[in-house]
């Protein structure tokens, strides 16, 4: 099994559908072989902007990520033609409502979430530490 990323920055948002099929093709010709889960390595949120708070590349929207022309219609060419096998996105950082939509797409195999049985709301830790962000992970599903 072998799992990559693709993560976009600011300067692809004028074609994002190219620009993931492309560095997939590149991660294929790379590896030498197909990939069985490509993750979007994005934070989605409610506006694109340039930089994600932390982590990798821009941030993306839920349409940059199920619209036409988007992340989707790349992954899902891709499949069609045995590039890839599975979805997964990552939701570390992302806003927790446009994460929600993704997950309620049912487009992805996999989504990477940040929650533990101590902490239901991924950021918020108790303790001495100071809260960081809350996903309004608890009771939301």
């Known amino acids: 099994m072998v799992a990559t990323k693709v993560a976009l920055v600011a300067g692809d948002m004028t074609d994002i559908a190219r620009t993931v099929t492309r560095s997939v093709e590149i991660s294929v ?9 490509i993750q979007l390595h994005n934070r989605v949120g409610l506006a694109r902007a340039p930089k994600a708070e932390f982590g990798s590349g821009a941030v993306l929207t839920v ?9 989707i219609e790349a992954f899902e ?21 446009s994460v929600h939509s993704l997950i309620d797409s049912d487009k992805f195999d996999a989504i990477v979430m940040s929650y533990s049985m101590l902490n239901q709301t ?13 996903y309004g992970c608890a009771g939301a599903r």
Do not use: N
């Open 77 to 97: 060419s891709l499949r069609e033609r045995g590039l890839v096998e599975f979805f997964g996105c990552s939701s570390y950082g992302g806003h927790m409502a």
């Open 63 to 71: 349409d940059d990520v199920l619209g036409q022309g988007g992340v």
């Open 29 to 37: 010709q790379r590896l030498k072989v197909p990939v069985t889960l």
């Open 122 to 134: 991924a950021w918020i830790v108790p303790g001495p530490f100071p809260p960081v962000r809350d």
